[in-house]
């Protein structure tokens, strides 16, 4: 597996608490992709980041932020969480980006429910 | 915009028969197409990508899928299914995005059931 972590693995919150969740690699890879994956949709892509300090929404943006200040971490952070974020969430890297058809390496995700 | 639709939700097979799962897809330029396989409460691992050196491909643990425009269709099969392929399998297609990175759109899933 790619040297990727994601931190929690689990984490159970309120309606309204903010939540941060961090994606950690090993690989040195440039691009950075958080997703979420829900039934019946398969996995969505919220934000990415092309490099330290550039990041781009992604189809489902709405009520999430991100951060990368360094090129291993990856934060994904939901300001007030709602109860339609529980979901879990799948951190991706890849190495050459100027490609569509460069492969994404996903981490082990983070389920999140919010009630 | 693009997209793929897999079209069928679940599938069920005997251990030793053939394996098809089904995917269309859209888009306005030549597709960067993959297949990704999820075992239950696990990541999500790459099967196989067609980047249009070779429109049949090969990948991981026998599987092969063909790449034919005309039908706008990336099928994935397997000869003889095992026990160990009983997963979700998800058709992606890819797109270049701002800054370099790419997009990927995920289709629904199909969910494989490998019988005794």
């Known amino acids: 597996d790619a040297g990727i972590t994601q931190s929690p693995r689990h984490k159970v919150t309120e309606t309204g608490t903010p939540v941060t969740l961090r994606c950690h690699q090993t690989?040195?890879?440039?691009?950075m992709y958080w997703y979420r994956q829900d039934p019946g949709h398969g996995l969505r892509l919220i934000h990415y980041?092309?490099?330290?300090?550039?990041?781009d929404k992604g189809e489902v943006s709405d009520g999430y932020s991100v951060s990368r200040s360094k090129t291993e971490d990856f934060l994904l952070t939901l300001e007030s969480a709602t109860s339609s974020q529980t979901s879990v969430y799948f951190c991706?890297?890849?190495?050459?980006?100027?490609?569509?058809?460069?492969?994404?390496?996903f981490g082990p995700g983070t389920r999140l429910t919010v009630l | 915009a693009q997209s793929v639709t897999q079209l069928d939700s679940h599938v069920s097979v005997s251990e030793g028969t053939p394996v098809l799962l089904r995917c269309n897809y859209s888009?306005?330029?030549?597709?960067?197409l993959f297949w990704y396989v999820q075992h239950p409460n696990k990541g999500l691992q790459l099967l196989l990508k067609?980047?249009?050196?070779?429109?049949l491909v090969k990948g991981i643990n026998g599987f092969e899928a063909e790449f034919k425009k005309s039908e706008t269709s990336f099928h994935l099969t397997k000869p003889s299914a095992h026990m160990s392929d009983a997963a979700e399998y998800f058709c992606?297609?890819?797109?270049?995005?701002?800054?370099?990175?790419?997009?990927?759109?995920f289709g629904t899933g199909t969910q494989l059931k490998v019988e005794l």
């Open positions: 992606v297609v890819s797109a270049s995005v701002t800054g370099g990175g790419n997009k990927l759109t």
């Open positions: 888009s306005s330029y030549s597709p960067s």
């Open positions: 067609y980047t249009s050196a070779a429109t």
């Open positions: 690989e040195n890879h440039r691009y």
């Open positions: 980041s092309y490099g330290v300090k550039d990041t």
């Open positions: 991706a890297i890849s190495e050459r980006g100027q490609v569509a058809w460069n492969e994404q390496f």
